[in-house]
């Protein structure tokens, strides 16, 4: 089946059990759970009832009727459910990905191509079972998303790869559509025994599960940054959050020693709770790859439930690496990155836009070159390796005065910035050290500002205005003059780069 073909479709047959019947599922394992010594005397022993409801029930000869009752409640469940996913349909054409839901109140969403952001597929455990996937397409605007959930895992893919193309630009080839199942694999042969299609079905779930997260054509393998499970452990557990729990567990020693039990009572839920956080960020980072494909760079992740995002090129506005104070013993980075699909601050959003969860310096320097690809000559990558560790001085960088250290008494001297082509690079922190790359080109604003103390220092500040995200590209203490002549010149060179850009196009001929 070829769905991006303007026709209407329906999503996967096992939607309705994945969307909302494992709530019900799970109600009726908690009633059993604790019905469990009632069932067990009513089947087993003679029943000694007492005067709840489900005595009465039963002292009555209700429960047939009961239980018919309860028969009756699962049948409209599951038929609500079947006509919602009937109801539940979209279609993909050469300018519009269209959803239409809902069975008393409907709704009709539509996403232009152009406007697309993001692609992403995840797969939690129980949808791998069922073989199918979520789609997740990020598109610029206010709540303007759009989600498929759920398809066919191998469908799921051909789509993604389908709706890039078109957002790319590129005309849609007149090629044969191949007939393809919600599974994403070809129709088998009506001639074949009902042994050997099941046969064939568990193969494939098998295969999906032993798959690599990243299937090796997706990328050439010199593009794809992996992390090591060691380096994940470490960096997860040198946060702040593990400096706020060691001292739980020092006030829980002090306390036991001296013979108070009441900060165990306290602290004991924080220390479990901590443990849960490490599971839950180990987990969900584990076999982490980068990768640059012909659709722009993926970001894959997940053990038993996988995600993976792709980035589409000239979708991005402002890249973050920084490196956190316990990291710097191990020269570990994090890359960050502000998009318009993920603008929002919630905890969804910020890990959605971390494209490298912790690298060395080679790691970082390749995953700036897939996001950036007209960045990655020799200069470039000198100019990365000075932006990030370099203390200041005479390093091709325009760095804070003297002056500055009124504000700024510890990082002046690495407080900078540089411009490198259709790139302007800032450089700030010494604990924290940070180095943002804002393309000219996804350039929003350039805003100059000066307080008295900035005035009377000759100082003043620049920021860049990017769509929102956990990157800001701002420098707080640049010479008066030369932020001036900054805000002009970056100014006039965005309109200009944007002119010329055609990267949001990039299958255009």
Do not use: C
């Not at 890249?319 to 710097?328: S, T």
């Not at 905890?347 to 390749?366: F, I, K, M, S, Y």
């Not at 540089?418 to 800032?426: D, K, N, T």
């Amino acid at each position: 089946m070829r769905f991006a073909d303007g026709a209407w479709h329906r999503l996967h047959p096992a939607t309705p059990l994945l969307r909302g019947g494992l709530a019900f599922v799970a109600i009726a394992g908690f009633v059993i759970a604790n019905l469990r010594e009632r069932l067990v005397d009513f089947f087993f022993r003679v029943p000694q009832f007492g005067d709840d409801p489900i005595d009465e029930i039963v002292n009555h000869g209700f429960v047939g009727w009961a239980l018919l009752g309860v028969l009756g409640v699962l049948l409209a469940i599951i038929a609500v459910f079947t006509v919602s996913w009937r109801m539940h349909t979209f279609r993909i054409t050469d300018d519009l990905v269209e959803v239409r839901s809902g069975i008393l109140l409907r709704t009709h969403r539509r996403a232009r191509l152009d406007r697309i952001q993001g692609v992403s597929i995840s797969r939690n455990l129980l949808a791998r079972i069922f073989g199918a996937a979520k789609l997740d397409i990020t598109v610029a605007g206010n709540d303007a998303n759009v989600q498929l959930a759920y398809l066919g895992s191998a469908a799921t893919d051909e789509l993604r790869r389908e709706i890039l193309t078109l957002a790319s630009g590129a005309r849609r080839e007149a090629t044969e559509p191949v007939a393809l199942d919600q599974d994403g694999a070809e129709h088998p042969d009506a001639s074949a025994s009902t042994g050997a299609r099941l046969g064939g079905l568990v193969n494939r779930r098998v295969g999906e599960f032993l798959a690599p997260e990243l299937d090796p054509d997706a990328a050439p393998p010199e593009s794809v940054v992996r992390i090591p499970l060691l380096r994940l452990i470490g960096s997860v557990v040198l946060t702040g959050f593990t400096v706020v729990l060691v001292m739980f567990i020092i006030a829980i020693a002090i306390g036991l020693s001296q013979g108070e039990f009441w900060p165990v009572l306290v602290v004991l839920p924080v220390i479990l709770g901590g443990g849960s956080f490490y599971i839950r960020r180990v987990s969900r980072q584990l076999r982490y790859t980068i990768a640059g494909t012909p659709d722009g760079v993926r970001v894959g992740y997940g053990l038993l439930s996988t995600n993976n995002d792709t980035l589409p090129p000239g979708r991005i506005h402002a890249i973050g690496v920084d490196q956190p104070l316990l990291w710097r013993p191990f020269g570990w980075w994090r890359v960050r990155v502000n998009t318009a699909g993920h603008a929002s601050r919630d905890r969804q959003n910020r890990e959605n836009t971390t494209v490298l969860p912790v690298g060395n310096g080679a790691d970082v320097r390749a995953v700036l070159g897939l996001i950036l690809p007209s960045f990655t000559d020799a200069e470039a990558q000198g100019i990365i390796e000075s932006g990030m560790v370099s203390r200041g001085g005479d390093d091709g960088f325009t760095n804070a005065p003297r002056r500055a250290a009124w504000l700024r008494p510890f990082s002046w001297r690495r407080t900078g910035f540089r411009e490198h082509g259709s790139i302007v690079l800032l450089r700030r922190g010494v604990l924290s050290r940070d180095l943002v790359v804002v393309p000219l080109a996804r350039l929003q604003s350039v805003a100059l500002e000066q307080g008295p103390v900035h005035r009377m220092l000759r100082l003043a500040s620049v920021r860049m205005q990017t769509v929102s995200g956990p990157v800001a590209a701002a420098l707080e203490v640049v010479p008066a003059d030369t932020a001036l002549a900054l805000y002009r010149r970056t100014a006039a060179d965005a309109v200009e780069w944007a002119s010329v850009d055609t990267s949001h196009h990039w299958g255009a001929s």
